[in-house]
């Protein structure tokens, strides 16, 4: 069995490298070819049935994938405010300005959804008209809401956002005008959520608690999330295989010791067999409890492989821990087919293979401290192996993670997690002030040793920056080197080859190049441009209050995976969508020199200097009515040369401003051109156009912006051109590469690039061109 196991997961792997979902017609061809290997591997006697497994898996991936991506609303719903009703599911983040609301889209317009859709919405200032009550889990809302496809943004570096909405199965993005409750009871868990949420109100760890014991997580702050992030404890926040686990064990010991006191003769106890039963109502207490956190994939995911571990030791079924692994994966897949697009699945898979590995890999302590050690070998073993994972998916890696975890999951696994289901069990019990004592007592732990992880989560040599370390494959190769069971004298001989060999990739020159990316900031603009390590950014995106910078989901996250150090910025204007992650990079990077906007040096024509080999000067404006860019014709104009290739930014600039650029500096020409004011109907006159002469046009704006950019008369007119024009909003991020003379633009997340869930069915755009 466990070989066709096997190659069921292959071939549903292989549906995952597919860069296009197949038709009904190829899916019931694929369907009758497996059905012909399983008839000859049974008639026939031919060893076929492993190639029907794999076109089995084959088929459960594509066929799912199928039916994703035709759960999409029509583009007619996309393109105005309209009427939703909504049954709510969840409300998984509330700030006073900002509200996050998850339910399925019932009505729009009045009109019946089937089937329907699972939609994330967005609702900015919801008190903005009148005081408005928060909707609530199991309630029925009509909104007035603009909708939009499940796009995010797609950069190099930072969070893959369209996958992980493929991954939680949400359909639809939109944000909320305004709404009304129409009907509906607020569900039970809802009622026990606000319930632990009013007992925490006089707490001081109230958002670990609370997303420790009820999953729910919108009272962690930003700093409680960095804290716990790099200190490598992110794990005990989000409830889990461990947390299941515990509860399921503390559940199996209670109800050992109860039948024991009960039922004092073993005789007895025998011929009741109550201890068959037993680890069922475990079971059925750790699915309470994945209830109680929503059942949240994660934590379904960790259920789903618990039960399948107690059906083999209840059913006698012998299994060795791969094997074991093996099914249990296999029947998350079935379950959760997109699974395999979040981080937390290969997360979970992965802590497991490797507690699976160190048990094959190490014998058993014995003697004084035996648990003690093989806990702190287990801790370490965990750490190592999953700095690849962390330097590659969150940019750094915790170097104390591994004494830490030490001493606090023991803390939060005997004490927090078990006095604070207490705690919950009396808010179920309608005793609100019992649970608030009950809590008060269960975040001693994390009260007494809260400044200490802030104290370690702030400093450098704690959490180690990517970019100070090896690329991931060369962790990798040194994670492999130190677990292989060789002799120490062969492994440190590996690790010095390995060092050397790193040493000498590192020491080798780089071509003589200049990169430009355009970063996918939505509506906004964000270029990096990329040399000798070494960063100079224009313009750092939009910023949204009760929401995060673009500069940290995307500037940042960049910068890090390319491993660059940004020297000189400028902002063409403080407009939000262009200065507003201003703030944040300047506190990031205290030594970055700023012009422009409100930096306090101003960015005005005359001004001209060199970066890197890359000449920069400032074109426009000319008067000093301009300084401080606060308005579209007074955006920073910067023309950039490297060599003979020359790049022209414009900023937000208008008609009136183009002209007098022209009228100004003429004849101004440029190979690429920054389409101005992301492509609006005001800008990008014909007679710009024709004088600039660029090669190539790329528009920086956000995909069903509310302003029709680009506007289908601007597209027209460099089409008319002969222009070839590159939109973020139609394949993300878009990279320039040069050597001074040639150059060649691509967008490396297009979808001609990837595999079937990062196609962008609405995408009409070419993703690459090239001048040799």
């Known amino acids: 069995m466990d070989r066709s196991l096997c190659a069921f997961l292959i071939g549903f792997a292989l549906s995952f490298s597919l860069s296009a979902v197949t038709d ?7 369907a009758g ?51 939703a009703v909504v049954n709510v599911t969840a409300v998984s983040h509330y700030q006073p300005g900002y509200w996050r609301i998850i339910g399925s889209i019932r009505q729009l317009q009045n009109e019946p959804l089937q089937p329907q859709l699972k939609a994330r919405l967005q609702w900015y200032q919801p008190h903005a008209d009148a005081p408005q009550r928060l909707p609530r889990q199991g309630e029925t809302w009509r909104f007035s809401v603009r909708l939009r496809h499940p796009q995010g943004t797609r950069n190099e570096g930072s969070m893959s956002y369209h996958r992980y909405l493929l991954g939680q199965g949400i359909s639809v993005l939109g944000s909320i005008r305004s709404g ?66 515990l509860v399921a064990g503390f559940a199996l010991l209670f109800l ?10 073993r005789r007895r106890r025998d011929l009741s067999n109550l201890w068959h039963y037993a680890p069922w109502v475990a079971l059925l207490v750790a699915f309470a409890y ?37 099914r249990a994966a296999t029947v998350v897949v079935l379950v959760e087919p997109m699974a395999p697009l979040t981080t937390g699945f290969w997360l979970s898979v992965s802590a497991v293979a490797a507690i699976v590995f160190m048990n094959w890999r190490w014998r058993r302590y014995r003697g004084r401290w035996a648990k003690l050690r093989e806990w702190w070998r287990f801790e370490w073993l965990m750490t190592l192996l999953f700095w690849p994972l962390m330097a590659l998916w969150f940019a750094g890696v915790p170097v104390a993670a591994a004494l830490i975890n030490l001493v606090v999951v023991p803390l939060v696994s005997f004490w927090v997690l078990p006095l604070g289901l207490f705690g919950v069990l009396a808010v179920a019990l309608g005793q609100l002030a019992v649970a608030e004592q009950i809590f008060l007592l269960a975040q001693w732990p994390f009260n007494q040793l809260w400044p200490l992880l802030n104290w370690l989560a702030e400093h450098p040599w704690q959490w180690l920056d990517a970019s100070a370390l090896p690329h991931w494959p060369w962790l990798v190769a040194a994670v492999v080197i130190v677990i292989v069971p060789l002799a120490w004298r062969w492994r440190g001989i590996a690790l010095l080859t390995l060092l050397f060999g790193q040493l000498v990739v590192a020491a080798l020159p780089e071509p003589r190049q200049l990169l430009v990316n355009v970063l996918d900031v939505e509506q906004g603009t964000a270029l990096v441009l990329q040399r000798q390590g070494h960063a100079l950014l224009i313009d750092t ?61 101003p960015c005005i024509a005359g001004q001209s200097g060199v970066w890197r080999e890359v000449s920069w000067r400032v074109l426009h404006p000319r008067d000093e009515s301009g300084v401080g860019n606060r308005h579209n014709n007074s955006s920073c104009v910067l023309l950039l040369q490297f060599d003979s290739v020359r790049f022209l930014i414009t900023g937000d600039i208008e008609k009136s401003a183009e002209r007098q650029l022209l009228a100004t500096l003429a004849p101004l020409t440029a190979d690429i051109l920054l389409v101005p004011h992301h492509g609006s109907k005001t800008s990008s ?39 070839t024009l590159l939109d973020t909003a139609r394949g993300g991020q878009i990279t320039l590469w040069t050597d001074g003379t040639r150059w060649h633009a691509r967008q490396p997340l297009a979808q001609q690039f990837g595999s079937w869930f990062d196609v962008d069915p609405h995408a009409e755009t070419a993703s690459s061109v090239r001048r040799n």
Not at 214 to 232: C, F, I, K, L
Not at 302 to 313: G, Q
Not at 572 to 595: F, M, V
């Open 685 to 723: 006159e014909g007679y710009f156009i024709r004088h600039v002469k660029p090669s190539l046009a790329l528009a920086s704006r956000g995909r069903n912006n509310p302003y029709g950019q680009v506007h289908p008369d601007v597209a027209a007119r460099y089409a008319e051109h002969r222009i």
């Open 24 to 30: 009904v017609w190829h899916w019931f061809l694929l």
């Open 290 to 326: 994945a209830w109680l956190a929503g059942f949240a994939i994660a934590t379904l995911r960790a259920v789903l492989m618990l039960t399948v571990v107690l059906l083999h030791k209840q059913l006698g079924w012998r299994a060795s821990p791969p094997r074991l692994l093996l």
């Open 541 to 601: 995106g939009a910023s949204w209050d009760g929401s995060v910078a673009m500069a940290d989901r995307v500037i940042v996250p960049f910068l890090q995976a390319k491993r660059l150090r940004p020297e000189l910025a400028f902002i063409t204007h403080t407009d939000r969508d262009h200065e507003g992650g201003y703030s944040r990079l300047q506190q990031r990077y205290s030594r970055l020199r700023w012009y422009g906007g409100s930096s306090g040096t």
């Open 256 to 265: 050992w010791h109860s039948i024991a006191v009960v039922i004092r003769s």
């Open 180 to 245: 009304q409750l129409l009907e509906g009871q607020v569900s039970w868990r809802q009622r026990l959520v606000s319930g632990v949420d009013a007992a925490l109100t006089n707490v001081v760890q109230r958002g670990p608690l609370l997303a420790l014991l009820v999953g729910e997580r919108y009272q962690m702050s930003p700093d409680a999330w960095t804290t716990v992030q790099q200190t490598g404890l992110a794990h005990l926040i989000a409830i889990s295989g461990l947390h299941l686990s």
């Open 33 to 83: 070819l497996a059905l012909v290997c399983f008839m000859l591997s049974s008639c026939q006697q031919l060893r076929t049935r492993l190639i029907g497994c794999v076109l089995c898996g084959i088929l459960w991936g594509t066929g799912n994938a199928y039916f994703v991506q035709r759960m999409v609303i029509d583009d007619q719903w996309t393109q105005t405010t309209i009427d």
